[in-house]
DNA sequence: ACTCCGATTGTT
DNA sequence: ACAATCGGAGTA
């Protein structure tokens, strides 16, 4: 499913303004059995995740570090608290908007936190229903399997070593991992 | 009530 | 290498 994401559209009109471009970065959490997911069996349903455990298509919104948005794409069945968190997108529409809301700062929008600035994505949108404004994803464009990365999930402690992180190779909207801690 | 810390980013 | 910054989750 985070794979499948890989070239879809993401178009905002948050603000009436409309911005968009491609997904080159995914990341899957796999609910229950993942110790890495914020759904996972030992944390249990609560407010905070309420949305992961809802109908697929529909937006999980947290915020990480007490300053900064991340948005995934619930993926699961009702009751299946699956999703995909977007990393990175490559800016198609709406650039210099993009650009205002990063406070004139590179890159526009790979990275989690930066994607969802740029598009305008907050909290405000937390289980909203991704097929409809204000904001949309959309089939995009098909990545041929060759171009695409898998690795482990960045930032994350439990099962990191889980080849979860997809990504298409060579695109600017894909985050840089500055320093990696290496296992003992 | 209190502590710990994170699916990050930007600056030093 | 480290600060910013705060709510979620665990413990008491």
């Excluded at 993942?34 to 996972?40: E, G, I, L, R, V």
């Excluded at 309420?50 to 990480?64: D, K, L, Q, S, T």
């Excluded at 650039?95 to 205002?100: Q, R, S």
């Excluded at 097929?131 to 099962?159: D, K, Q, S």
């Amino acid at each position: 499913m985070a794979r499948g994401l890989l070239g879809a559209r993401l178009i905002s009109d948050v603000g009436g303004i409309r911005t968009s471009g491609v997904i080159v970065e995914t990341e899957a959490y796999e609910g229950l059995d993942d110790p890495a997911s914020h759904a996972a069996t030992r944390v249990g349903r609560t407010r905070r995740n309420r949305a992961m455990f809802g109908p697929p298509g529909r937006a999980y919104v947290y915020r990480i570090y007490g300053m900064h948005w991340c948005v995934n794409v619930v993926t699961g069945r009702e009751g299946d608290p699956q999703a995909v968190l977007l990393r990175g997108l490559d800016p198609l529409e709406g650039l210099e908007a993009m650009a205002h809301r990063r406070g004139g700062r590179t890159p526009l929008a790979a990275g989690p936190g930066r994607l969802c600035q740029a598009l305008g994505i907050t909290g405000a949108l937390y289980g909203h229903d991704l097929r409809r404004p204000p904001l949309r994803l959309e089939p995009g464009w098909a990545v041929e399997r060759v171009r695409i990365g898998v690795g482990g999930r960045i930032g994350v402690r439990a099962a990191a070593d889980r080849p979860l992180r997809f990504y298409v190779q060579g695109a600017p909207g894909v985050s840089r991992v500055l320093s990696r801690r290496e296992p003992p």
